[in-house]
């Protein structure tokens, strides 16, 4: 059984930066595609970004193209999301998830597991 630990939250500035990663233990995460959702409070878990399981493909929901990207080092089995010019509606706890198929999906249904979490707080 896998396991996702996210780590890389906390508290930054409007316009700042913060890089979260998601490790992975239990199985190797290179045949699979992975994905972060967010979810803030009072509100759905939101898609933000996946990744196909080479990293050749990417997508990204509209409200963080171009601020955040997502990539894989399947050598460290980890994934990561490094957020740019973070604003304060991109506050939330950020889940990374896995998924048994190589390509990416912004569908929450189609991930088999997920961490538990991390924080991102963004003060204005």
């Known amino acids: 059984q896998v396991q996702l630990v996210e780590s890389g939250g906390g508290l930054v500035q409007a316009g700042g930066s913060l890089r979260l990663s998601c490790a992975a233990s239990g199985r190797p995460l290179s045949t699979y595609a992975m994905a972060w959702f967010r979810q803030a409070p009072g509100k759905e878990r939101d898609f933000v970004a996946a990744?196909?399981?080479?990293?050749?493909?990417?997508t990204y929901a509209n409200s963080v193209k171009g601020r955040f990207t997502i990539s894989r080092d399947n050598a460290k089995n980890t994934v990561y999301l490094q957020m740019n010019s973070l604003k304060p509606e991109d506050a939330a706890v950020y889940y990374c998830?896995?998924?048994?198929?190589?390509?990416?999906?912004?569908?929450?249904?189609?991930?088999?597991?997920w961490g538990r979490g991390t924080q991102v707080t963004v003060s204005s």
């Open positions: 990744i196909s399981y080479s990293g050749s493909s990417t």
């Open positions: 998830a896995i998924r048994q198929y190589r390509a990416p999906s912004s569908n929450s249904r189609d991930y088999d597991a």
